[in-house]
């Protein structure tokens, strides 16, 4: 009885078709933006070997303007954003599966590579803010200093 | 027949469940940390006005006769406004489906999934849009 009520509770949820025609729409536009993010980095190659800065005459001063970003730094970008969108590639993979083949590990594991690809942006989100904080720390302690 | 045909479907069991709770947290944190970073980024671009003018005049000349900060200010608005609507269908995505799990309420995990759907559906807009402008700035 006890089993029966506890596979009752599980199961009160379901992917039916409304959920599933969701899934299936979330996996096309991950993919879109998997493809997109992928050819963007090709651009930033391509971008990151043209010349890099270009000087702007203003009223006969220099005012030199960084057009561009190093190499190093694209390559840096890349890393990143491949190892992000790695998770969410493997979530419309294996999501789309799981719902096409009824499979409710593929979905499951599906589910989990989104959780992956969120937590990777957070911590990201979370560590680019330290450092803007340190970066306004240090400003307003030099700027007092003066 | 029935109870077979609903043991055959997909279900939300205790992994989706728990996967799911832990995408919908995160996804929340996410949302709720861009609407501070939007609010901030126009309140310091509204309050920096007069510096932004002056730097920006250096670098592109006449850029005050042009009324180029009204410009820039609408741009940066337009773009923070855009950015608060898909970080709206994320806020409202992870909200629901953490709600309708908790709940297990069908409708409620359903149009959660649909609010996701519109936030992927943005986000992959914007992204083609950027990368065609991306495409562009190199010729």
Redesign the interface.
């Known amino acids: 009885m006890e089993q029966q009520d506890a596979d009752h509770?599980?199961?009160?949820?379901?992917?039916?078709e409304?959920?599933?025609e969701?899934?299936k729409?979330?996996c096309s536009?991950?993919m879109?933006?998997v493809a997109?993010?992928v050819?963007?980095y090709v651009?930033?190659i391509?971008?990151a070997l043209?010349p890099k800065a270009r000087v702007?005459q203003?009223?006969g001063?220099g005012?030199s303007?960084s057009a561009g970003q190093t190499v190093a730094s694209v390559i840096f970008s890349i890393i990143i954003g491949l190892l992000i969108n790695y998770f969410l590639y493997q979530f419309t993979k294996l999501a789309k599966k799981?719902?096409d083949g009824?499979s409710?590990t593929d979905?499951?594991a599906g589910?989990?590579n989104?959780?992956i690809y969120?937590?990777i942006?957070?911590v990201l989100?979370i560590i680019i803010?330290a450092f803007f904080l340190l970066f306004l720390v240090a400003v307003s302690a030099d700027a007092s200093a003066r | 027949m029935e109870e077979n045909q609903?043991?055959?479907?997909?279900?939300?069991?205790?992994?989706?469940?728990k996967?799911?709770s832990?995408?919908a947290r995160?996804?929340r944190?996410?949302s709720i940390?861009g609407f501070v970073?939007m609010s901030l980024m126009v309140i310091f671009f509204v309050s920096m006005q007069s510096r932004l003018a002056a730097a920006m005049s250096?670098?592109v000349?006449g850029f005050s006769d042009l009324n180029g900060i009204g410009v820039l200010l609408a741009i940066i608005i337009i773009a923070a406004a855009v950015g608060c609507l898909l970080l709206y269908f994320l806020f409202r995505g992870s909200t629901l489906i953490k709600r309708?799990?908790e709940t297990?309420?069908?409708e409620v995990?359903?149009t959660g999934?649909?609010s996701?759907?519109a936030y992927?559906?943005m986000?992959?807009i914007l992204?083609?849009i950027?990368?065609i402008t991306?495409?562009v700035?190199?010729f």
């Open positions: 509770s599980l199961f009160d949820l379901s992917i039916d409304t959920a599933k969701h899934l729409r979330i536009w991950t879109i933006i997109t993010a050819l963007g651009v930033a391509i971008k043209m702007i203003s009223e001063f005012v303007v799981g719902v009824m409710q979905l499951n589910f989990y989104l959780k969120f937590v942006i957070s989100v803010l | 609903s043991f055959l479907e997909l279900q939300v069991d205790q992994t989706a469940a996967n799911l832990d995408v995160w996804a944190f996410l940390t970073c250096q670098i000349p309708g799990i297990k309420n069908q995990f359903n999934l649909a996701l759907k992927f559906t986000y992959g992204a083609i950027v990368f991306n495409l700035s190199i």
